[in-house]
């Protein structure tokens, strides 16, 4: 069965791979007539032949022998069909080394715009829950202990910032991904007059590689887009562990709903978040793939090398899925996770997190802030030796140390007291999320734009495969 699988995902990689060809195909064979390179007739015998193949999804192609690659059995099929005159001419100015590079950003274009999707739908999503639960008081955490006050949507609005600046990497991890390669030819260009400018045209990129090394050297695009995602897969996996945290009965912030848990096989009792786990494992192997893109690019010529063009290249799809995969899922988990608000509330207060607070208060009446950190912080020392509630002790502490005015806010109202420095008070969250919204607007504007012009060259394509056919 395992065999069985293998072999469907090769066929599948194969088909994809083919199509991008043809596609390259058509417009390089429509560049070649006008050019007057090609004889027309050749150029239409050849698109509607191609056509057919596509029809076909490629069945013919796929069941002969692959001695030398795809690409030559695929060409061969084509040359037994229309004769060496006609089908032999179709390369005239290019090498399967700029062809694989553009067929490679051709293939790429889907799973980069899947993974950005998710990646927006993550932090809109993430925006709606901050906006809802932007007064839902917790503590926050450093070093794994309670801190300080802060609110649920406040920590959230964080996540969406940090997001947003992700988002803007793998925006423009793209740019190069937009470039057309082909006319490089193997390496050295070529002296056939091709317009390397009206492929690019009809294949949706909006420029052009400036030097034939370059063009069949460098992946640089790869190394961006897996890089992009490997930063945004840590912000993802360091908010799924917070979640799990948050879900153990010790914390019991969050509850998840039954389609987002899984039982036990064996345990009844138990409910496992399950989901966030494989966020934490999608998100990461991208590193992974990031390392392995890298090592194996670092150690060939700058040429073209099958170890980059063709090696290194397969882990920028599989990071794209994984990304993609880790944001849907996390999207899923924040949007229908319940807080357990009483819980937040009461482990704030038994955390002590209004001791910062406190020492704040001192330094507005005077005191130094070192004072003011050990004065406090002997009071709370003292109230857990004797077991004493933390709220109670330093209240009278300082009515007893002359200072009778002191009254220190519930735990649920110190977030809303935090107006400056960015912290949860006032405005701030919603001010984040205005801000983010507006760094985003952009960015999505940018990359839909350039999905549009992608998806808009299988127009083009056809339009000048029926002006050969007429």
Not at 4 to 16: F, G, I, K, L, R
Not at 237 to 266: I, Y
Not at 456 to 462: F, G, I, M, N, V
Request: glycine share 6%; net charge negative; hydrophobic share 45%.
């Amino acid at each position: 069965m395992l065999f069985e699988a293998d072999q469907q995902s090769a066929a599948y990689d194969a088909v994809h791979e083919l199509v991008a060809t043809a596609d390259v195909d058509i417009a390089h064979i429509t560049m070649l007539v006008e050019q007057k390179i090609l004889p027309r007739a050749y150029g239409a015998m050849l698109v509607e032949e191609i056509a057919a193949l596509n029809e076909a999804t490629f069945r013919p192609v796929l069941a002969r022998p692959r001695p030398r690659g795809l690409y030559l059995a695929y060409e061969s099929y084509l040359i037994e069909r229309l004769g060496g005159d006609v089908a032999g001419s179709l390369h005239a100015g290019r090498s399967r080394n700029d062809l694989r590079a553009t067929t490679t950003r051709l293939m790429l274009r889907e799973p980069y715009s899947q993974m950005v999707r998710e990646a927006f739908r993550l932090a809109f999503t993430s925006m709606r829950v901050s906006r809802r639960y932007a007064a839902l008081p917790m503590p926050a955490y450093t070093h794994y202990q309670p801190a300080v006050p802060t609110t649920l949507g406040h920590y959230l609005a964080g996540v969406v910032s940090a997001l947003t600046r992700s988002i803007a990497v793998l925006v423009a991890a793209a740019d190069d991904l937009d470039i057309s390669p082909l006319g490089a030819g193997a390496v050295g260009g070529t002296t056939l007059p091709i317009r390397p400018e009206r492929t690019a045209e009809l294949l949706g990129f909006s420029d052009i590689s400036e030097n034939s090394i370059d063009a069949v050297a460098s992946r640089d695009f790869v190394l961006q887009i897996i890089g992009a995602a490997s930063m945004t897969g840590v912000l993802a996996s360091r908010v799924a562990h917070d979640l799990l945290l948050w879900s153990m009965q010790e914390f019991a912030f969050v509850h998840f709903p039954d389609r987002l848990s899984g039982s036990s096989s064996m345990m009844p009792q138990k409910r496992n978040p399950f989901v966030l786990e494989h966020v934490q494992g999608k998100a990461m192997a991208t590193s992974g793939s990031f390392v392995a893109a890298m090592t194996v690019m670092a150690a060939a010529p700058f040429t073209n090398s099958a170890a980059v063009g063709t090696e290194a290249v397969t882990h920028v799809f599989s990071a794209a899925k994984n990304l993609r995969d880790a944001l849907m899922l996390l999207r899923l988990m924040i949007a229908d996770a319940e807080p357990n608000a009483e819980a937040m509330v009461t482990r704030g207060r038994a955390g002590e997190t209004s001791a910062t607070w406190t020492a704040e208060w001192l330094v507005r009446t005077g005191m130094p802030f070192r004072e003011a950190h050990h004065l406090v912080g002997t009071i709370a020392r003292e109230a857990a030796e004797r077991g004493d509630e933390f709220a109670a002790a330093v209240v009278g502490a300082l009515h007893r140390a002359g200072y009778p005015e002191f009254e220190l806010p519930d735990f649920s109202d110190i977030p809303l007291l935090m107006v400056h420095g960015g912290g949860a008070g006032g405005d701030n969250v919603f001010s984040t999320l205005r801000s983010s919204k507006r760094k985003l607007s952009p960015l999505y504007a940018t990359h839909q734009t350039r999905v549009r012009r992608w998806e808009a060259s299988q127009d083009r394509l056809e339009n000048a495969a029926a002006t050969l056919l007429l």
